[in-house]
């Protein structure tokens, strides 16, 4: 059986993780000094959910103002959209429901799926952004929320299994 073609993109501030989670997720490795993406980055691997076969095609785009055309360019036609913020920076949080607002008017169709990532949830001791207004915020746009840390490997396999589930209506 061939399997199902599934591109995801997650997209989210300079440095809130993004990377890290998908090295983690591919390879389970992490760098804690890791480098700025430029441009974007794919990845893939396959993922059997009960006897479905996918095969995840995961689009690491740049945090980085001047690549924020080229990421949207990224989203379209996207199965799964995974907006990452890092829970220790209010100001990643707000960027990410920006990031929302514009890919709402542009990309997302009633049938995306998307996900909200709180990253580096390791860091807990000095969380910014309270669980509840990231919840609330994933609620409203109906999103499905994690914590996940890339650091300590996190919520992350869960987090893109529900995903997927969604995807499959399973
Ligand atoms: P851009 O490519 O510039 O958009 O950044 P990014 O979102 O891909 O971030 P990246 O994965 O490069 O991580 C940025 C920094 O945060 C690196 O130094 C990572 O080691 C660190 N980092 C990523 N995830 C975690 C985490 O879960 N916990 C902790 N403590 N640090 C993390
Ligand atoms: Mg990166």
């Excluded at 996918?54 to 995974?82: C, F, M, P, V």
Aim: proline share 2%; hydrophobic share 40%; glycine share 6%.
């Amino acid at each position: 059986m061939e399997p199902d073609q599934v591109k995801i993109v997650l997209i989210g501030e300079a440095r809130v993780g993004k990377s890290s989670i998908i090295s983690r997720y591919i390879s389970n490795t992490f760098q804690e000094f890791g480098t700025p993406t430029l441009g974007c980055a794919y990845h893939t691997r396959q993922l059997n959910i009960n006897d479905k076969i996918l095969k995840l095609n995961i689009w690491d785009t740049a945090g980085q103002e001047r690549y924020h055309s080229l990421s949207k360019s990224y989203s379209r036609d996207s199965k799964i959209i995974i907006l990452v913020y890092d829970i220790t920076s209010y100001e990643s949080f707000k960027a990410m429901k920006r990031w929302h607002e514009i890919l709402q008017k542009e990309i997302v169709l009633p049938t995306t799926i998307l996900g909200v990532f709180g990253n580096k949830a390791d860091l807990i001791q000095s969380e910014e952004v309270p669980i509840i207004e990231a919840q609330k915020f994933a609620n409203v746009i109906n999103a499905s929320f994690r914590k996940t840390s890339a650091k300590e490997n996190a919520g992350i396999e869960e987090g893109l299994i529900e995903l997927c589930k969604r995807y499959l209506k399973i």
